[in-house]
């Protein structure tokens, strides 16, 4: 049985950091591409970055191109999303998701399995 638990969210000033945390297990997580998604209330899910299996290429949504950084660590099946100069848009519930595609997909049709979700809210 596959599981995603995201862990990180939670409440922070305009300006300020957090640094959210997806667990794998129950698939061969170094084989497959890890992505973050948000989606903020009454909007649809949306891109926001992505990672090839070896960690090697990563992908971002313009809106956070320069603040976020995604990264993974094969070892530990734990994909990371470090989210630097938040703003009140970035306000939203965020996924992380598994897709056994060869690289890396925006869409969320591209990808299988999904978390539970963590609420970030970016007070400003």
């Known amino acids: 049985q596959v599981q995603l638990v995201e862990s990180g969210g939670g409440l922070v000033q305009a300006g300020g950091f957090l640094r959210l945390s997806c667990a794998a297990s129950?698939?061969?997580?170094?084989?497959?591409?890890m992505g973050w998604f948000r989606q903020a209330s009454g909007k649809e899910r949306e891109f926001v970055a992505g990672?090839?299996?070896?960690?090697?290429?990563?992908y971002y949504a313009d809106s956070v191109k320069g603040r976020f950084t995604i990264s993974r660590d094969n070892a530990a099946n734990t994909v990371y999303l470090q989210m630097n100069s938040l703003n009140a848009e970035d306000t939203a519930a965020y996924y992380c998701?598994?897709?056994?595609?060869?690289?890396?997909?925006?869409?969320?049709?591209?990808?299988?399995?999904w978390g539970q979700g963590t609420q970030v809210t970016v007070s400003s």
């Open positions: 129950g698939l061969t997580f170094r084989r497959n591409v």
């Open positions: 990672i090839s299996w070896s960690g090697g290429s990563t």
């Open positions: 998701a598994s897709s056994s595609t060869l690289t890396v997909q925006t869409t969320t049709n591209d990808y299988h399995y």
